[in-house]
C-alpha cells in the first residue's frame, strides 16, 4: 500500500523524565515511578533519560499541556524509516551498537540520544534524525490498535490514516530496553491496553507545522 502523510514535526528525542516533571509540577499530578527510587524525591541520575511508567492517557494529557499530539502510528512510522522501507532507523541490518535493545545487554533505560553519531555511518538516527526509535522504551502512539488494519489497506492508496475508531489496544512502537532486535523493527507493531504503565513504556510528541499564507 501506498501512504501519503501531511507535513509533521516529530519530537527528536523521547519526551524526558525532566520535561514530564515540569508537566508534573504544572498540573499536580502524582509522581512518576521513575523518581520515586528514593522516598519520592526526583532522581537527578534520571533526568535525561525517556519518561517511564506512564499511561496512554499520561501521555495524552503530557501532549495537550504542551500544546502538541500524540503521533499517528503512520507518522512514527515515516519517522523511524524513512521512505526506503528500510528495517531499522539506520538501515537493513541490525547492529547493537546503534540502539538500546536486550542485545546491548545494558537492561535499563539510558540517556535519549546515547546512539547518535555525528557520522552517519555510525548513529542510530533515523533518516529524519529521530533518536531511539528502536529500543529504548516503547513509545505510545495515538491509534488504537487493530491486528487486520494493515491488511485492510493492502493494495490500496492511504491519505493520513488514523486507525481505527475505538478498540481495547493502543498502539506501541520501537521496542524498548528489553525488547530483542527483531521487535525493534521500523514495521513492528503492538498493542496494549492504554491503563498499562509499565517500566519500558514512554512517548515523543508530535505537532503540525504553521504554514505561512
Known amino acids: 500500500r501506498h501512504v501519503y502523510l501531511d507535513a509533521f514535526q516529530i519530537g527528536k528525542y523521547e519526551v524526558t523524565a525532566l520535561e514530564y ?23 537527578e541520575s534520571m533526568a535525561h533519560h525517556p519518561i517511564m511508567h506512564v499511561t496512554w492517557s499520561d501521555a495524552d494529557a503530557y501532549c495537550k499541556w504542551a ?13 523511524a524509516r524513512g521512505e526506503d522501507e528500510r528495517v531499522y532507523p539506520w538501515g537493513n541490518d541490525f547492529d ?22 555525528a557520522d552517519p555511518a555510525q548513529s542510530g538516527d ?42 481495547t489496544f493502543r498502539v506501541l512502537r ?8 527483531w521487535v525493534a523493527r521500523c514495521a513492528y507493531r503492538l498493542g496494549n491496553f492504554p ?11 508530535v505537532s503540525s507545522p504553521i504554514i505561512s499564507p
Open 126 to 167: 533515523s533518516p529524519y534524525a529521530c533518536a531511539d526509535m528502536a529500543g529504548n522504551v516503547w513509545e505510545w502512539c495515538n491509534d488504537w490498535f487493530d491486528g487486520n488494519e494493515y491488511k485492510l489497506r493492502q493494495g490500496s492508496v492511504v491519505k493520513d490514516p488514523q486507525g481505527p475508531q475505538k478498540g
Open 67 to 79: 500544546g502538541q499530539r500524540l503521533p499517528t502510528e503512520a507518522e512514527w512510522e515515516k519517522a
Open 195 to 205: 491503563v498499562d504503565s509499565s517500566v519500558n513504556r514512554g512517548f515523543r510528541v
Open 96 to 117: 547493537p551498537k546503534k540502539a538500546n535493545t536486550s542485545e546491548s545487554k545494558i537492561g535499563d533505560t539510558t540517556d535519549v540520544g546515547k546512539f547518535s553519531n
Open 174 to 181: 520501537g521496542g524498548s530496553f528489553s525488547s530483542y532486535h
Open 21 to 43: 516533571l515540569k508537566f508534573v509540577l504544572a498540573t499536580d499530578r502524582a509522581p512518576q515511578l521513575d523518581w520515586r527510587y528514593d522516598g519520592g524525591n526526583f532522581q
